[in-house]
């Protein structure tokens, strides 16, 4: 399982900003994802944006003005180079319609304009239908910007507080009346356009009714509502069962993906069924055997300022039992020993 986070599509276009030519004068995206890496382009660059079908009726968006130069000011008859950009391509049935739209209206020609087509992230390192792939990200794979609409979402288990709604609040979560308030007031988080395969929630099964309702109010459609049969908040503290009752429905099940809302909970779930999880807290995919490279890169800069502060606790936490056991003298020779060395 392949995912690219938005901060991932953010780093993927300033990695490769020295592949495109420097005189790009037009930035056009293809709708909709499209034109979210057409405008990080244009930002980095500074150069106008517009849509494909702004473009193909010569309008480009006005810019702000903090990022105004003479160039921003020029219409489409001015523009010599252009580049038309999607966020990815697989089969390349956008890339190839926006090409036949574009030959058919003649810009090129009448303009004497050279446009080019790229894709940020591509099935293949090369693509026929793009001049230009930015990263080679193959099958399955899913986006920050799109996870909640793909096809994928209907063979997934999806946790609902953190997914579909923001988490209970500690006031919110008691288990009483302000609990059931919550329930059926919950704020929306995430939308889905897709039926979603499984929701698997460790909220209570004698709270089936107000979550049933509050689903059906936003229009969440689903296969099936699994919820923790236990007999009050206390008793699922006590056996600490968030993680292991996830864990063993989506083991036992048919889903390729569970979308999880907490970090330690994804750890636990990946774990303990041996499927991928993503984690919604920190936008990565925790694997059975721990994350890939592309994760731990997410990871750090994805760690949300919790999770931040327990791991250097742990760090300080270690240092001072090293000092307590060796003494003063010890831990900074061990330390001298473990310490990279310095290079030339």
Request: glycine share 8%; net charge positive.
């Amino acid at each position: 399982m392949n995912y690219r986070s938005l901060a991932d599509l953010n780093d993927t276009i300033l990695h490769n900003l020295h592949r495109l030519p420097q005189d790009i004068d037009l930035v056009v995206g293809i709708p909709r994802s499209g034109l979210l890496a057409a405008n990080l382009l244009s930002l980095l660059k500074n150069i106008p944006l517009t849509d494909l079908d702004s473009f193909l009726e010569g309008r480009i968006y006005t810019s702000g003005t903090t990022k105004r130069y003479a160039g921003l000011e020029r219409g489409i008859a001015d523009m010599r180079r252009i580049l038309i950009l999607d966020d990815s391509i697989s089969g390349g049935n956008a890339m190839r319609e926006a090409r036949k739209r574009v030959e058919s209206s003649g810009i090129g020609g009448r303009t004497g304009a050279e446009i080019l087509f790229a894709a940020i992230y591509s099935v293949q390192t090369k693509h026929p239908e793009a001049d230009l792939v930015f990263e080679q990200v193959r099958l399955p794979r899913i986006f920050q910007w799109n996870f909640m609409h793909h096809v994928m979402l209907e063979k997934s288990c999806v946790d609902i507080d953190g997914v579909l709604c923001l988490d209970p609040t500690e006031q919110q979560n008691d288990d009483g009346e302000a609990y059931q308030q919550f329930l059926r007031e919950a704020l929306p988080l995430h939308g889905s356009s897709r039926r979603i395969g499984w929701l698997v929630t460790s909220r209570l099964e004698k709270y089936r009714h107000l979550t049933e309702a509050w689903l059906q109010a936003q229009g969440i459609e689903y296969g099936q509502l699994v919820m923790l049969d236990l007999p009050s908040a206390a008793e699922r503290r006590r056996l600490g069962a968030h993680g292991s009752f996830k864990a063993e429905f989506y083991r036992k099940s048919d889903a390729t993906l569970f979308i999880e809302s907490e970090h330690e909970q994804a750890e636990t779930i990946a774990r303990l069924s041996g499927k991928p999880v993503l984690c919604i807290e920190t936008n990565q995919i925790h694997l059975p055997n721990g994350l890939s490279p592309v994760a731990v890169r997410q990871q750090m800069r994805n760690m949300p300022a919790r999770l931040r502060k327990r791991r250097q606790a742990a760090g300080e936490r270690a240092k001072s039992v090293a000092r307590t056991l060796l003494g003063e003298s010890g831990y900074l020779a061990l330390k001298k020993l473990v310490r990279p060395q310095a290079r030339g």
